[in-house]
């Protein structure tokens, strides 16, 4: 049963697959409620109109007919509204949900991981982790040529993304428009996660007017769109409010601070974590959370001593031989295969993951690699030195029975190693 499938685990990072399409099916769904609000509130007049009218023996035929053709006319553009929302957003994203269950539904039709098909899931989770990490890094080209190659466009969030680079490449420019319109169609959903990311947009078009001096449009502008702030936001509006004194060029700092153009990257900042919270996306690309997971497994203090280097493990082979904080390092013993920068690569991300706790551990050969166990024992040179009988066999092949320790640098017959025994 070691190798069983942690459905659990696994799901754990997949929430915001299903999350995203919901949401948008969430916002598809009350698009087409209003639209039924809107036409029927006036069928629902007229009809109730007509049985008055006709209670009261005041209906004439002409004006009745007239009135029913009026309100079969408006139900007939409702039935094709909301035909083509269905047809044009709700039935694509309904696909994109069925695939996306399906995709997951598939891990708990496999026997265990050896079983060929959930390799072929897990890579194609690969695949979509890969195309989350390039979409969230700005690379959409690249995404949407993986996604097209493995076959998993309904996978993987690129519409949601094009979307967070129009909004975000118009703050890029200082346009709050956009990313305003952005809020109002998620209002609710942003109320309910308590974001206060439209307030921060009020307020920077707030400051824009200042900038200009257009005080007289700034006072109607606050009265407009920060007043029904004040509940949670008074300090906020007080202080911005002081703006329509001070100029752009003050000196004085809390309203230079105001001005400064550093709070459109900030506003960036703010409308991607509103995106993602919505969305249940997490802070980071997946791939990272992923590797996090496996980095924290491997990652032991010994990566980060130059002499007990593992050639086979990811942490040590980028962890390079600068300081390390909280890693004593031997900085007398430089090794060729560290870098003389800090981390690089894995050991780069594995720095934010706690060390692995191992209750067995095992011991490795540094020249091989490989594990040292009854099969393959460890040999001790008289320096207490270590490494595993094949490295040391093949090393005396070698050199007529000569073994060398690449550490110290002593030289012995083979026969002179000691067997070490493991407990
Ligand atoms: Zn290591």
């Not at 685990?9 to 995203?20: A, S, Y």
């Not at 995106?275 to 990272?288: D, I, K």
């Not at 890693?327 to 706690?354: D, F, M, R, W």
């Not at 490494?387 to 029975?401: F, I, K, L, P, T």
Request: glycine residues 6%; charged residues 25%; contains cysteine.
């Amino acid at each position: 049963m070691a190798h069983k499938i942690s459905e659990e685990g696994t799901l754990l990072l997949e929430q915001p697959f299903v999350r995203v399409p919901y949401e948008n099916y969430r916002k598809i769904f009350r698009t087409s409620q209003k639209h039924v609000e809107r036409e029927l509130q006036p069928v629902q007049t007229s009809a109730a109109k007509l049985a008055k009218d006709a209670e009261a023996g005041s209906l004439q035929p002409a004006q009745a007919m007239e009135s029913i053709d009026a309100m079969i006319a408006r139900v007939e553009n409702l039935k094709r509204k909301l035909a083509e929302l269905n047809e044009t957003a709700g039935k694509p994203t309904q696909d994109v949900m069925r695939a996306r269950l399906q995709h997951l539904h598939g891990l708990s039709t496999f026997q265990d991981i050896t079983d060929p098909e959930y390799n072929r899931w897990a890579d194609t989770r690969l695949d979509r982790w890969l195309v989350d990490w390039t979409l969230r890094t700005g690379r959409v080209e690249t995404a949407r040529e993986i996604a097209r190659r493995k076959g998993i466009e309904s996978l993987v969030d690129i519409d949601l993304f094009t979307e967070i680079r129009r909004i975000e490449g118009a703050l890029h420019v200082h346009s709050c428009t956009e990313a305003l319109a952005w809020c109002s169609e998620n209002k609710v959903a942003l109320r309910k996660i308590k974001s206060t990311l439209e307030f921060e947009l009020r307020l920077q078009e707030f400051i824009e007017l200042c900038r200009q001096r257009s005080t007289t449009q700034a006072i109607a502008y606050s009265k407009k769109h920060l007043i029904a702030w004040q509940e949670t936001h008074l300090p906020q509006i007080q202080h911005a409010l002081a703006l329509l004194a001070y100029a752009p060029g003050t000196s004085c700092g809390p309203y230079k601070r105001l001005y400064d153009l550093s709070r459109w990257d900030t506003l960036v900042r703010s409308f991607r974590n509103a995106v993602y919270a919505l969305n249940t996306l997490s802070p980071e690309p997946l791939l990272h959370l992923a590797l996090y997971a496996g980095l924290s497994s491997l990652k032991l203090r010994s990566c980060y001593v130059p002499h007990s280097k593992n050639a086979d493990c990811p942490i040590c082979d980028g962890a390079g031989s600068g300081p390390v904080a909280g890693h004593p390092t031997n900085l007398s013993h430089p090794t060729s295969l560290s870098h003389p920068t800090g981390p690089q690569g894995l050991a780069k991300l594995a720095e934010e993951v706690p060390f692995s706790h191992h209750i067995n551990s095992t011991i490795v050969c540094r020249i091989t690699g490989n594990i040292m166990d009854e099969d393959n024992p460890p040999m001790a040179f008289p320096s207490g030195r270590v490494y595993s009988r094949g490295a040391m066999e093949e090393m005396a092949a070698r050199n007529g029975g000569i073994v060398t320790s690449p550490d110290t640098g002593e030289e012995v017959e083979f026969g002179e190693l000691r067997k070490v025994f493991i407990s």
